[in-house]
């Protein structure tokens, strides 16, 4: 096969490889759908069976109620009426709405649902008024609200169904679902608050009456709100062995299919008593799947996610039918190639074998190679996919708990700022001041007590100095500490009140705040681990009166009844026996941190100080000192240890910076890592508040962005969340495919001269070996092979050169013998019956050269010899031309003979007078020598003459020939140059004529005979 053939039938092949990969990718696309449809229904069980609970179900529901008052609230209070999806997921319950201005008035009110007293709504919005908006933390303790709290607690009572205190409101958090529990009810207690138009709030409130809720509401609620088109969810019931809920499925339309989900869902729950063996399982029929997860906790309910998936959006036959054609198509190319191309029907040549053996022997390891190399393509991808969404989860993680550290550095920094010389000589100062306005009451108008109480306020100045760096601040300094405590000798106090925001202490009227007074409960606890000797005097000798230790004994024990009701009795001494350290406790403004330790001066304790922060006071300064690290944070380039990362293209594509965002609904207030925000991240972490769960979002389309929304755990008034872009991931494997297709396209060129070059080192040899037989075919022996090569074609090719120069030799000596010689050589039974001899009939020509004799005598060898071989070459050709054969040549002379079985006897005389005519007429021109020519016709011996052990010879003998010989003798060049007997000149006819030759009888004959010379 030729050069342009190979690369032609190999680009045919590449065509139809590349068809087949089409069809691999297909496949695979198919199997990587079915793969992701799977894993969304066991995703979706799982959610199911998390979400079988009140808690979720109400907060699915009012978060599509918030979706409904943010789109239109002015609809609710002007119909009254409960959503639909309300009424059917939610039982027994009361639901109102409640319209606030921004002064915590109620503006307007509506029972979409049952009946809530007016003025419980304005007393409870008033409270989170004062708590939320005008920060007034202590409003549930302070007894300046006592009225309103007794009121509160007795409308509280009424709408709960039972007595109540002041701890139902901190239980009733916003977007949370509180229970309360007596012994004949179950009640659930919902609220939140939204920010509508011209700044005001709509509230809304809803009782559960839990205890008449039927056992079965949550899970029908969920199963009938969870299920799609697509994917049914439902719960089965081990015990009754029959779904418990969303048993009809739109999805199963034959028998024999709801007999199988029914079958698979025993066979599943039968194996409860083996906790090992339950785990999330996937049962399939045909395009039907069904995801049985664990039990639900607590209950007999299993959850069963039914769905039906398909590899394409085509039907099953569809699919197959494309593929079908798609392999008909592959064959009807090869087909068409083998046939019009080649023009030789489906017959493979060798070299187009071999050249598909090559191929397929580099291409199949190379598909197998590909498919690996594809499957840890998408799993690297899903490695970073999964890598990406894990250091999202770990940086809102390390936000949330990241706030304890930088508590801890705070506190560090307070300590510093605390035994600050200037600190130190300012308070030095304000004591003297102190104790002049205690022992001189009349010159008190003359004492500035406040002189020097800007001091204080630059105690938090200066701790949170190192900690303001880098960004600018939108919050009130002010409030960054919420309380700093500072005792010393002789009754001296200053206290930082962050709602008067200023200093007190000047005097004991001002020395009621509960903060002040949490704070000195701590010093009283903490003063007793240390030995009297340790404070400098009056440090701690009061001189309180006793009608004010008691007043203060009576704060002290409400305040404290207040906390170990709120927290217990271990939590309280837990946090107020701890020394030197820093002590936290959840409040309605998130975690309050405080403390309080002794300060030493020149070895001796001189001042008690103390300092309080809750999350409120230091979110700002955290959060963006954080934003500042994550901004810093360099995405950079991975390292580049081996050649092999050059080719990788993620070493040079990098990733976006994490987009982090937090909500504060307490604040009603975000802050970005960034100049801008995103809708998306804004909705989910806005989301995750309200319903206080992890959350977690996939974009798609244009939006190639991984979301998550994670609810504070340590800092409790945030939700963080965080935005990664994974489009880089797009980037980075489209590079690698396109690294791949070029490594495709060099291996294909390097493939195909691979596949031409095997095929040729095998056709190419065969080929040469080839056009040496045709050159033998052509009698051309002077061939030679090239035997260079030390493979199989190298013996063959000088086993050939062999073969041709014996080929030679044999030519060489054919010429010395006749052509019947050869063919007797050739065929073992005409020379068996050769020997033995026969008869033939034979036309005998006899020829000679008048003038030879004389031409030798005077001429060169070497002219002798040229002559005899233009002579004798004349002879042949024309010989073998006419149908004769030279039979032998003896020195000058010639004997042809012309077979009458081949030729007849006419053609036989005709061939041998125009053989000799043809022979005078080319000597014509030479003037040396003239052929003769004596030609008779008759019955001869024909066979090999001679032994075997000696020399054998094929000739004619009998009188014929002898006869010939003499007529040849007779002719003359000048007037006789053909000599013919009386049987030559009777086939002759009357074309040629010819005169008898008058002799007496010709020697070796007894009888006369007729001899004629032809006329020319």
Known sequence: MTLYRSLIFTLVFIVILVLTFRLDNELIKDDRLLTNQVAKAIHFNNRVRQEANIHSVVQKTFSRFRDLVSNNHKTLFRYEWAPDFVEKNLPNFSLAVALVDSSGTLVDSADLRGKMDTELIAKFVYIDYLKYRQYKEDVLFNPKHASLLKQSDLLLGEYIGWPVDRVAFMQMRAGRLATFRSAEQFVGIYWDRMAVSSGQQVYFFCRLDLHEMPALHVYRTVAESESSPNCVAAFYDRRSGKFAAGSDSSLIKKQSEALFVSQVCRDYTARVDDARLLRTEIFRQGNLAVVIGQEVNGTSLFPVVITRVQGQSDAPAVQKAKYFALAGVCLVLLAFVQTVVFGRGLKLSVGKVLILASLFAIFMPFMMGRSIFQLILREASESERLKIERNLHNTLSGLDSGVRLYNANLFQSFLRSFAHSETLQALKEARKKQALYDKSPDERLKINLKEHDASVLQIAERAFAPFLTGFETAGDAERRANAIFIMGPNGFLRYYDRFKREVVGHSEESRNDSMFMMLNIYRKTIEKFFAREEFVPGLLDGRKTAAAEALEKAMYDEIKSQIINSFGTERFYEVFSRLEGLSSMRTSVGTTLFTVFPLRINGMIEYFCGVGWDEYAIGESYLKNAFTNIINVKNNR?????????????????????????????????FFSQDIESARLSTLVKSASRNRRLLRYT????????????????????????????????????????????????????????????????????????WGLNCIETGNYEVKLKDSREDEFGSISRAFNRMVKGLRERNALGNFVSESVRRLARNPELFEKARQGSEAKFTILFADFDGFKEFAAKASDQEVQRKLEFSLERFFRYAQEYGGEVDKVVGEKLLIVFSHEQLGKKNAAVAAIKLAKRIISEFRPDRDIKPVFGINSGRVISGIIGTPEVRVDNTVIGDPVNVAARMCSLATSEGMPIIISGAIRDCLGSNYRARPVAIEKIRGKKQEVEVFSLLL
């Open 699 to 770: 974009g798609i389309g244009d939006d190639q962005a991984i979301y998550q929304a994670l609810p504070g755990r340590y800092l409790g008034l945030y939700t963080v969340g965080g935005r990664q872009d994974t489009s880089h991931l797009d980037r980075i494997e489209f590079w690698r495919n396109m690294i791949f297709m070029s490594g495709l396209l060099v291996f294909l060129v390097f493939a195909v001269l691979a596949a031409v070059n095997i095929s040729r080192s095998f056709t190419g040899p065969l080929e040469h070996l080839l």
């Open 638 to 670: 991975r390292n580049i240890s081996s050649l092999l990362d050059l080719l990788d293209p993620a070493a040079f594509i990098t990733a976006t910076p994490i987009l982090v965002q937090t909500f504060s609904g307490f604040r009603a207030e975000s």
